[in-house]
Protein backbone atom coordinates (compact mmCIF):
# COMPACT_ATOMS: atom_id res chain seq x y z
CA UNK A 1 0.00 0.00 0.00
CA UNK A 2 1.37 3.28 -0.61
CA UNK A 3 2.10 5.35 2.23
CA UNK A 4 -0.11 8.38 1.32
CA UNK A 5 -3.50 5.54 0.83
CA UNK A 6 -2.48 3.94 4.49
CA UNK A 7 -1.81 7.21 5.96
CA UNK A 8 -5.32 8.74 4.43
CA UNK A 9 -7.18 4.99 5.73
CA UNK A 10 -5.50 5.73 8.97
CA UNK A 11 -7.05 8.97 9.11
CA UNK A 12 -10.64 7.73 7.81
CA UNK A 13 -10.31 5.30 10.88
CA UNK A 14 -9.68 7.87 13.58
CA UNK A 15 -12.17 10.30 12.76
CA UNK A 16 -15.01 7.33 12.16
CA UNK A 17 -14.06 6.35 15.71
CA UNK A 18 -14.49 9.68 17.25
CA UNK A 19 -17.88 10.26 14.87
CA UNK A 20 -19.25 7.06 16.69
CA UNK A 21 -17.83 7.85 20.19
CA UNK A 22 -19.19 11.23 19.84
CA UNK A 23 -22.24 10.63 18.65
CA UNK A 24 -23.38 6.83 18.87
CA UNK A 25 -21.67 5.31 21.96
CA UNK A 26 -24.37 6.71 24.27
CA UNK A 27 -23.50 6.10 28.04
CA UNK A 28 -19.98 4.26 26.60
CA UNK A 29 -18.76 7.97 25.75
CA UNK A 30 -19.15 8.91 29.84
CA UNK A 31 -16.72 5.73 30.51
CA UNK A 32 -14.24 6.36 27.63
CA UNK A 33 -13.97 10.15 29.00
CA UNK A 34 -12.48 8.67 31.95
CA UNK A 35 -9.73 6.85 29.91
CA UNK A 36 -6.23 7.82 29.55
CA UNK A 37 -7.45 7.53 25.04
CA UNK A 38 -9.54 10.46 25.62
CA UNK A 39 -6.70 12.80 25.51
CA UNK A 40 -6.11 11.87 21.96
CA UNK A 41 -9.36 11.10 20.86
CA UNK A 42 -11.85 13.75 20.87
CA UNK A 43 -15.45 12.52 22.70
CA UNK A 44 -17.77 15.19 21.96
CA UNK A 45 -18.01 18.12 23.38
CA UNK A 46 -21.92 18.34 25.00
CA UNK A 47 -21.35 22.00 26.78
CA UNK A 48 -24.02 21.66 29.49
CA UNK A 49 -25.26 24.69 29.15
CA UNK A 50 -26.99 26.38 31.50
CA UNK A 51 -25.01 24.53 33.30
CA UNK A 52 -27.22 25.27 36.49
CA UNK A 53 -30.28 27.11 37.21
CA UNK A 54 -29.44 28.39 40.29
CA UNK A 55 -27.86 31.68 41.86
CA UNK A 56 -25.12 31.48 44.57
CA UNK A 57 -23.80 34.02 47.05
CA UNK A 58 -20.95 33.31 49.61
CA UNK A 59 -21.21 34.88 52.60
CA UNK A 60 -18.20 35.39 54.77
CA UNK A 61 -18.83 36.85 58.67
CA UNK A 62 -15.60 37.30 60.42
CA UNK A 63 -15.21 37.29 64.21
CA UNK A 64 -13.28 38.84 66.99
CA UNK A 65 -13.51 37.73 70.38
CA UNK A 66 -17.04 36.17 69.75
CA UNK A 67 -18.52 39.34 68.00
CA UNK A 68 -18.80 39.59 64.62
CA UNK A 69 -17.31 43.06 63.04
CA UNK A 70 -17.57 41.83 59.06
CA UNK A 71 -19.53 40.43 56.52
CA UNK A 72 -18.28 39.92 53.42
CA UNK A 73 -20.57 38.72 50.22
CA UNK A 74 -18.05 37.26 47.23
CA UNK A 75 -20.74 38.10 44.31
CA UNK A 76 -20.18 41.85 46.22
CA UNK A 77 -16.72 41.48 46.26
CA UNK A 78 -16.29 39.45 42.70
CA UNK A 79 -18.41 43.13 41.17
CA UNK A 80 -16.25 45.19 43.01
CA UNK A 81 -13.48 43.54 41.43
CA UNK A 82 -14.86 43.85 37.85
CA UNK A 83 -15.05 47.55 38.57
CA UNK A 84 -11.57 48.03 39.37
CA UNK A 85 -10.60 48.10 35.20
CA UNK A 86 -8.79 45.83 32.55
CA UNK A 87 -6.02 45.42 34.77
CA UNK A 88 -8.16 43.87 37.40
CA UNK A 89 -9.69 41.32 34.47
CA UNK A 90 -7.37 38.09 34.81
CA UNK A 91 -7.34 38.65 38.92
CA UNK A 92 -11.06 38.80 38.75
CA UNK A 93 -11.53 35.64 36.58
CA UNK A 94 -9.07 34.11 38.24
CA UNK A 95 -11.03 34.37 42.08
CA UNK A 96 -14.45 33.63 40.39
CA UNK A 97 -13.16 30.19 38.35
CA UNK A 98 -11.62 29.10 41.67
CA UNK A 99 -13.78 30.32 44.54
CA UNK A 100 -17.03 30.66 43.00
CA UNK A 101 -17.75 29.25 39.44
CA UNK A 102 -17.42 25.78 41.34
CA UNK A 103 -20.37 26.03 43.34
CA UNK A 104 -22.39 24.71 40.82
CA UNK A 105 -20.97 20.96 41.57
CA UNK A 106 -21.37 21.48 45.29
CA UNK A 107 -25.16 22.64 44.29
CA UNK A 108 -25.60 19.48 41.87
CA UNK A 109 -24.48 17.23 44.86
CA UNK A 110 -26.55 19.27 47.71
CA UNK A 111 -29.55 18.66 44.98
CA UNK A 112 -29.08 14.76 44.93
CA UNK A 113 -28.68 14.34 48.64
CA UNK A 114 -31.91 16.66 49.35
CA UNK A 115 -33.67 14.15 46.66
CA UNK A 116 -32.41 11.48 48.65
CA UNK A 117 -33.37 12.42 51.43
CA UNK A 118 -36.73 13.51 50.14
CA UNK A 119 -37.25 9.60 49.08
CA UNK A 120 -36.15 8.81 52.49
CA UNK A 121 -33.60 6.65 50.44
CA UNK A 122 -30.21 7.82 52.39
CA UNK A 123 -29.48 8.83 55.98
CA UNK A 124 -26.18 9.87 55.10
CA UNK A 125 -25.57 13.69 56.01
CA UNK A 126 -24.45 16.01 53.74
CA UNK A 127 -20.87 16.75 55.19
CA UNK A 128 -19.76 13.00 55.05
CA UNK A 129 -20.67 13.20 51.09
CA UNK A 130 -18.66 15.60 50.60
CA UNK A 131 -15.41 13.94 52.38
CA UNK A 132 -15.78 11.23 49.93
CA UNK A 133 -15.50 13.27 47.06
CA UNK A 134 -12.20 14.83 45.88
CA UNK A 135 -14.42 17.52 43.45
CA UNK A 136 -16.35 18.55 45.84
CA UNK A 137 -13.89 18.66 48.67
CA UNK A 138 -11.35 20.74 47.15
CA UNK A 139 -14.43 23.30 46.26
CA UNK A 140 -14.96 23.76 50.35
CA UNK A 141 -11.27 24.01 50.89
CA UNK A 142 -11.51 26.82 48.45
CA UNK A 143 -14.32 28.60 50.17
CA UNK A 144 -12.02 28.60 53.03
CA UNK A 145 -9.23 29.67 51.07
CA UNK A 146 -10.98 32.68 50.04
CA UNK A 147 -11.40 33.80 53.31
CA UNK A 148 -7.77 33.69 53.81
CA UNK A 149 -6.86 35.76 50.81
CA UNK A 150 -9.60 38.23 51.84
CA UNK A 151 -8.06 38.64 55.18
CA UNK A 152 -4.65 39.09 53.96
CA UNK A 153 -5.45 41.39 51.36
CA UNK A 154 -7.70 43.37 53.80
CA UNK A 155 -4.62 43.29 56.13
CA UNK A 156 -7.19 42.89 59.61
CA UNK A 157 -7.27 40.20 62.31
CA UNK A 158 -10.23 37.87 62.83
CA UNK A 159 -10.63 34.86 65.47
CA UNK A 160 -12.84 33.19 63.28
CA UNK A 161 -14.98 33.14 60.10
CA UNK A 162 -18.40 31.62 59.55
CA UNK A 163 -19.22 30.63 55.73
CA UNK A 164 -22.41 30.57 54.65
CA UNK A 165 -23.08 29.13 50.87
CA UNK A 166 -27.01 30.52 49.89
CA UNK A 167 -28.63 28.99 46.86
CA UNK A 168 -31.58 31.27 45.03
CA UNK A 169 -32.99 29.34 41.75
CA UNK A 170 -33.05 31.85 38.80
CA UNK A 171 -36.97 33.16 38.33
CA UNK A 172 -37.97 33.13 34.69
CA UNK A 173 -39.07 37.05 34.37
CA UNK A 174 -41.36 35.97 31.63
CA UNK A 175 -42.58 32.59 33.13
CA UNK A 176 -42.15 33.22 37.11
CA UNK A 177 -44.38 30.05 37.81
CA UNK A 178 -41.61 27.79 35.62
CA UNK A 179 -40.87 24.97 38.01
CA UNK A 180 -39.29 22.31 35.74
CA UNK A 181 -36.35 21.31 37.52
CA UNK A 182 -35.15 19.67 40.50
CA UNK A 183 -33.58 23.22 41.77
CA UNK A 184 -37.27 24.62 42.53
CA UNK A 185 -38.09 22.09 44.91
CA UNK A 186 -34.55 22.11 46.82
CA UNK A 187 -35.49 25.86 47.31
CA UNK A 188 -34.30 29.07 48.70
CA UNK A 189 -31.59 29.62 51.40
CA UNK A 190 -28.15 28.47 52.93
CA UNK A 191 -27.13 25.12 51.98
CA UNK A 192 -23.72 24.52 53.08
CA UNK A 193 -22.27 26.21 56.10
CA UNK A 194 -18.49 26.11 57.73
CA UNK A 195 -16.59 27.27 60.34
CA UNK A 196 -12.97 28.13 59.95
CA UNK A 197 -10.32 29.29 62.78
CA UNK A 198 -8.28 31.95 61.49
CA UNK A 199 -5.89 31.72 64.69
CA UNK A 200 -4.60 28.25 63.80
CA UNK A 201 -3.69 29.04 60.16
CA UNK B 1 -17.96 20.32 -1.23
CA UNK B 2 -14.54 18.72 -2.58
CA UNK B 3 -13.43 21.93 -3.88
CA UNK B 4 -13.30 22.80 0.51
CA UNK B 5 -11.02 19.95 1.58
CA UNK B 6 -9.02 20.53 -1.64
CA UNK B 7 -7.60 23.51 -1.57
CA UNK B 8 -4.39 24.45 0.26
CA UNK B 9 -4.17 25.80 3.23
CA UNK B 10 -0.28 26.94 3.94
CA UNK B 11 -1.03 30.52 4.97
CA UNK B 12 -3.10 30.22 8.24
CA UNK B 13 -1.06 27.34 9.83
CA UNK B 14 1.62 29.81 10.03
CA UNK B 15 -0.76 33.03 11.37
CA UNK B 16 -2.20 30.80 13.70
CA UNK B 17 1.19 29.78 15.38
CA UNK B 18 2.52 33.06 15.82
CA UNK B 19 -1.09 34.24 17.44
CA UNK B 20 -1.95 31.29 19.33
CA UNK B 21 1.85 31.51 20.81
CA UNK B 22 1.00 35.07 21.90
CA UNK B 23 -2.52 34.29 23.15
CA UNK B 24 -1.13 31.78 25.54
CA UNK B 25 2.19 33.80 26.28
CA UNK B 26 -0.08 36.41 27.31
CA UNK B 27 -2.32 34.08 29.79
CA UNK B 28 0.65 32.55 30.84
CA UNK B 29 1.91 36.39 32.07
CA UNK B 30 -1.14 37.19 33.74
CA UNK B 31 -2.03 34.17 35.43
CA UNK B 32 1.74 33.77 36.99
CA UNK B 33 0.90 37.56 38.31
CA UNK B 34 -1.39 36.31 40.60
CA UNK B 35 0.49 34.63 42.68
CA UNK B 36 -2.65 33.61 45.09
CA UNK B 37 -3.01 31.17 42.30
CA UNK B 38 -0.44 28.85 42.81
CA UNK B 39 -0.44 29.58 46.64
CA UNK B 40 -1.45 26.04 48.68
CA UNK B 41 -2.61 28.77 51.64
CA UNK B 42 -5.27 30.57 49.23
CA UNK B 43 -6.17 27.51 46.65
CA UNK B 44 -6.25 24.12 46.49
CA UNK B 45 -7.10 21.64 43.12
CA UNK B 46 -7.90 18.03 43.53
CA UNK B 47 -4.79 15.18 43.40
CA UNK B 48 -3.80 14.41 40.33
CA UNK B 49 -0.59 12.27 41.23
CA UNK B 50 2.75 12.48 42.12
CA UNK B 51 4.19 14.53 38.86
CA UNK B 52 1.43 16.74 39.24
CA UNK B 53 2.20 17.71 42.98
CA UNK B 54 5.70 18.21 41.73
CA UNK B 55 5.12 20.49 39.15
CA UNK B 56 3.04 22.70 41.09
CA UNK B 57 5.42 23.08 44.00
CA UNK B 58 7.88 23.75 41.49
CA UNK B 59 5.19 26.34 39.11
CA UNK B 60 7.90 28.96 38.34
CA UNK B 61 10.24 26.95 36.62
CA UNK B 62 7.47 24.95 34.86
CA UNK B 63 5.89 28.09 33.77
CA UNK B 64 9.23 29.97 33.01
CA UNK B 65 9.90 26.85 30.53
CA UNK B 66 6.40 26.96 29.24
CA UNK B 67 7.10 31.14 28.77
CA UNK B 68 10.44 29.85 26.59
CA UNK B 69 8.65 27.62 24.32
CA UNK B 70 6.20 29.60 23.41
CA UNK B 71 8.91 32.64 22.65
CA UNK B 72 10.16 29.53 20.06
CA UNK B 73 7.14 28.74 18.77
CA UNK B 74 6.13 32.03 18.19
CA UNK B 75 8.99 32.85 16.23
CA UNK B 76 8.84 29.24 14.49
CA UNK B 77 11.98 27.78 15.73
CA UNK B 78 12.58 23.75 16.50
CA UNK B 79 9.91 23.73 14.15
CA UNK B 80 7.65 20.31 15.10
CA UNK B 81 9.48 19.57 17.90
CA UNK B 82 8.52 22.80 19.81
CA UNK B 83 4.95 22.03 18.44
CA UNK B 84 4.82 18.73 20.29
CA UNK B 85 6.83 20.58 23.47
CA UNK B 86 3.34 23.23 23.46
CA UNK B 87 1.37 20.47 23.23
CA UNK B 88 2.89 18.71 26.19
CA UNK B 89 2.87 22.02 28.21
CA UNK B 90 -1.01 23.40 27.05
CA UNK B 91 -1.72 19.51 28.75
CA UNK B 92 0.05 19.62 31.78
CA UNK B 93 -0.75 23.16 32.71
CA UNK B 94 -4.83 21.76 32.42
CA UNK B 95 -3.63 19.23 35.15
CA UNK B 96 -1.88 21.41 37.34
CA UNK B 97 -4.78 24.22 37.41
CA UNK B 98 -8.18 22.01 36.37
CA UNK B 99 -10.59 24.72 37.79
CA UNK B 100 -8.58 27.04 35.70
CA UNK B 101 -9.83 24.94 32.73
CA UNK B 102 -12.42 25.31 30.35
CA UNK B 103 -13.71 24.40 26.88
CA UNK B 104 -10.89 26.29 24.93
CA UNK B 105 -8.65 24.75 26.84
CA UNK B 106 -10.22 21.14 25.80
CA UNK B 107 -10.47 22.34 22.26
CA UNK B 108 -6.76 23.53 22.14
CA UNK B 109 -5.44 20.76 23.99
CA UNK B 110 -6.73 17.90 20.49
CA UNK B 111 -6.03 21.50 18.11
CA UNK B 112 -2.56 21.32 19.77
CA UNK B 113 -2.15 17.76 19.39
CA UNK B 114 -3.00 17.87 15.57
CA UNK B 115 -1.07 20.75 15.18
CA UNK B 116 2.13 18.86 15.88
CA UNK B 117 2.02 17.69 12.24
CA UNK B 118 1.36 20.81 10.35
CA UNK B 119 3.54 22.61 8.90
CA UNK B 120 3.55 26.06 9.88
CA UNK B 121 6.90 27.32 9.40
CA UNK B 122 6.26 28.72 5.41
CA UNK B 123 5.75 31.53 6.95
CA UNK B 124 6.29 34.41 10.14
CA UNK B 125 9.23 32.22 10.73
CA UNK B 126 13.07 32.87 11.92
CA UNK B 127 13.70 30.05 9.24
CA UNK B 128 10.95 29.52 7.08
CA UNK B 129 10.42 25.50 5.10
CA UNK B 130 10.20 25.33 1.75
CA UNK B 131 8.69 22.11 1.72
CA UNK B 132 8.04 20.31 -1.87
CA UNK B 133 4.03 19.85 -2.91
CA UNK B 134 4.25 16.08 -3.82
CA UNK B 135 6.11 15.88 0.02
CA UNK B 136 4.62 13.11 2.11
CA UNK B 137 5.47 15.57 5.19
CA UNK B 138 3.26 17.83 3.51
CA UNK B 139 0.41 15.49 2.91
CA UNK B 140 0.98 14.50 6.90
CA UNK B 141 0.21 18.56 7.18
CA UNK B 142 -2.77 18.72 5.17
CA UNK B 143 -4.62 15.52 7.22
CA UNK B 144 -3.61 16.99 10.53
CA UNK B 145 -5.25 20.79 8.85
CA UNK B 146 -8.45 18.57 8.00
CA UNK B 147 -8.18 16.85 11.60
CA UNK B 148 -8.24 20.45 13.07
CA UNK B 149 -11.13 21.26 11.18
CA UNK B 150 -13.11 18.28 11.39
CA UNK B 151 -12.18 18.87 15.76
CA UNK B 152 -14.30 22.52 14.76
CA UNK B 153 -17.27 20.47 13.19
CA UNK B 154 -17.26 18.13 15.74
CA UNK B 155 -17.90 21.41 18.83
CA UNK B 156 -20.34 22.29 16.73
CA UNK B 157 -22.12 19.53 15.89
CA UNK B 158 -22.45 17.41 19.09
CA UNK B 159 -23.01 20.76 21.29
CA UNK B 160 -26.23 21.28 18.20
CA UNK B 161 -27.07 17.47 18.89
CA UNK B 162 -26.96 17.72 23.02
CA UNK B 163 -29.14 21.38 22.42
CA UNK B 164 -31.96 19.37 20.51
CA UNK B 165 -32.52 16.71 23.08
CA UNK B 166 -32.07 19.34 25.93
CA UNK B 167 -35.72 20.80 27.26
CA UNK B 168 -34.28 23.99 28.12
CA UNK B 169 -33.27 24.61 24.57
CA UNK B 170 -36.02 23.06 23.25
CA UNK B 171 -38.77 25.69 25.68
CA UNK B 172 -36.24 28.54 24.18
CA UNK B 173 -35.47 28.80 28.29
CA UNK B 174 -32.00 28.39 27.59
CA UNK B 175 -30.53 31.84 26.64
CA UNK B 176 -31.59 33.65 29.83
CA UNK B 177 -30.23 30.46 32.09
CA UNK B 178 -26.81 30.98 30.23
CA UNK B 179 -26.90 34.17 30.83
CA UNK B 180 -28.15 34.49 34.34
CA UNK B 181 -24.81 32.36 35.43
CA UNK B 182 -22.87 35.06 35.00
CA UNK B 183 -22.30 37.85 37.63
CA UNK B 184 -23.84 41.26 36.87
CA UNK B 185 -26.22 40.07 34.57
CA UNK B 186 -28.83 42.25 35.49
CA UNK B 187 -26.87 45.18 34.78
CA UNK B 188 -26.09 44.28 31.55
CA UNK B 189 -27.22 45.90 28.36
CA UNK B 190 -28.39 42.30 27.40
CA UNK B 191 -30.58 41.83 30.56
CA UNK B 192 -33.98 43.64 28.60
CA UNK B 193 -33.19 41.43 25.97
CA UNK B 194 -32.70 37.82 27.54
CA UNK B 195 -36.05 39.41 29.61
CA UNK B 196 -38.23 39.37 26.94
CA UNK B 197 -39.95 36.09 25.84
CA UNK B 198 -39.76 36.58 21.97
CA UNK B 199 -35.83 37.98 21.53
CA UNK B 200 -35.07 35.49 24.56
CA UNK B 201 -36.93 32.51 22.72
CA UNK B 202 -35.45 34.22 19.60
CA UNK B 203 -31.73 34.02 20.27
CA UNK B 204 -31.83 30.24 21.38
CA UNK B 205 -33.01 28.80 18.55
CA UNK B 206 -31.18 30.98 16.51
CA UNK B 207 -27.96 29.49 18.45
CA UNK B 208 -29.13 25.93 17.83
CA UNK B 209 -30.24 26.64 14.29
CA UNK B 210 -26.77 28.12 14.12
CA UNK B 211 -24.82 25.58 15.19
CA UNK B 212 -26.80 22.74 13.64
CA UNK B 213 -26.17 24.54 10.01
CA UNK B 214 -21.97 25.38 10.56
CA UNK B 215 -21.05 22.90 8.92
CA UNK B 216 -23.07 23.09 5.45
CA UNK B 217 -22.83 26.60 5.93
CA UNK B 218 -19.10 26.34 6.21
CA UNK B 219 -18.39 23.69 3.32
CA UNK B 220 -20.81 25.81 0.65
CA UNK B 221 -18.20 28.83 -0.64
CA UNK B 222 -21.70 31.36 -1.07
CA UNK B 223 -21.85 30.79 2.68
CA UNK B 224 -19.05 30.49 4.20
CA UNK B 225 -18.25 34.05 5.08
CA UNK B 226 -21.78 34.60 6.38
CA UNK B 227 -21.06 31.98 8.53
CA UNK B 228 -17.81 32.84 9.91
CA UNK B 229 -19.13 36.70 10.40
CA UNK B 230 -22.41 34.96 11.96
CA UNK B 231 -19.96 32.60 14.43
CA UNK B 232 -17.51 35.70 15.29
CA UNK B 233 -20.03 37.47 16.25
CA UNK B 234 -21.87 35.16 18.76
CA UNK B 235 -18.48 34.71 20.31
CA UNK B 236 -18.08 38.16 20.69
CA UNK B 237 -20.40 39.13 22.00
CA UNK B 238 -19.42 36.20 25.08
CA UNK B 239 -15.64 37.72 25.12
CA UNK B 240 -17.49 40.79 26.60
CA UNK B 241 -20.65 39.94 28.50
CA UNK B 242 -19.03 36.75 30.54
CA UNK B 243 -15.45 38.01 29.85
CA UNK B 244 -14.38 34.38 28.27
CA UNK B 245 -11.67 36.19 26.47
CA UNK B 246 -9.48 33.37 26.67
CA UNK B 247 -12.19 30.99 24.89
CA UNK B 248 -13.81 33.11 22.93
CA UNK B 249 -10.47 34.38 21.22
CA UNK B 250 -9.46 30.58 20.51
CA UNK B 251 -12.69 29.98 18.79
CA UNK B 252 -12.16 32.85 16.89
CA UNK B 253 -8.80 32.10 15.40
CA UNK B 254 -9.74 28.60 15.04
CA UNK B 255 -12.18 29.48 12.21
CA UNK B 256 -9.50 31.01 9.91
CA UNK B 257 -8.63 27.29 9.51
CA UNK B 258 -11.76 27.24 7.07
CA UNK B 259 -10.64 29.56 4.49
CA UNK B 260 -8.18 28.26 1.73
CA UNK B 261 -5.03 30.24 1.13
CA UNK B 262 -7.09 31.73 -2.38
CA UNK B 263 -9.77 32.85 0.25
CA UNK B 264 -6.83 34.73 3.02
CA UNK B 265 -4.90 35.89 -0.12
CA UNK B 266 -7.61 38.24 -1.04
CA UNK B 267 -8.22 39.28 2.50
CA UNK B 268 -5.02 40.00 3.36
CA UNK B 269 -3.77 43.97 2.21
CA UNK B 270 -1.98 44.22 -0.51
CA UNK B 271 1.64 45.56 1.07
CA UNK B 272 1.51 42.86 4.21
CA UNK B 273 0.94 40.09 1.73
CA UNK B 274 4.16 41.03 -0.62
CA UNK B 275 6.36 41.38 3.02
CA UNK B 276 4.93 38.63 4.71
CA UNK B 277 3.60 35.98 2.91
CA UNK B 278 5.05 35.81 -0.41
CA UNK B 279 5.85 32.41 -1.44
CA UNK B 280 9.01 30.98 -0.89
Known amino acids: ?201 | MVDFWQKSRTIYPSVFRFLVGIVFLLDLIFTLSNSFVFNTDFADYPNMGSTIEFLRENYISFYLIYGLVLVLFILGIGKKIVSAAVFIFHFLSIMIVPSLTNWGDTIMKFTLLYFIFVDSFKYLSVNPTHSDSRNLKLYISKLAVWSIILNLFLVYLSNSVYKLFDVDWQNGYATFFSFSQFLGVKSSFFYPIISNEFLSKAISYIIVAQQMTFLPLIIWKRTRYFAILLGVLIHLIMFFQFGLWKFETIMILLYGFLLNDEEWKNLIPKNLKNKLFQSS
Not at chain 1, 78 to 102: H, M, P
Not at chain 1, 147 to 170: C, G, H, W
Not at chain 1, 184 to 201: D, M, R, S, V, W
Request: glycine share 4%.
Open chain 1, 1 to 201: MKPKRLLFALFVLYWAAVAGIAFFSFDFRYQFRKTQLSNFVPFGYSMFTPMTKTNFDVSYEFFQDGNSFRTVSMQDYLNKESAKGITNVKSKSLKSQIYFEQLYQLDLAYQKYHYAKYQKAKKQNFDSIIVQDELLKTITLNLKNFAKLYQTENSFSADSVQISVKRSPMVLPYNPDYKGDYTYLAGKGIFYETKLNLKEQ
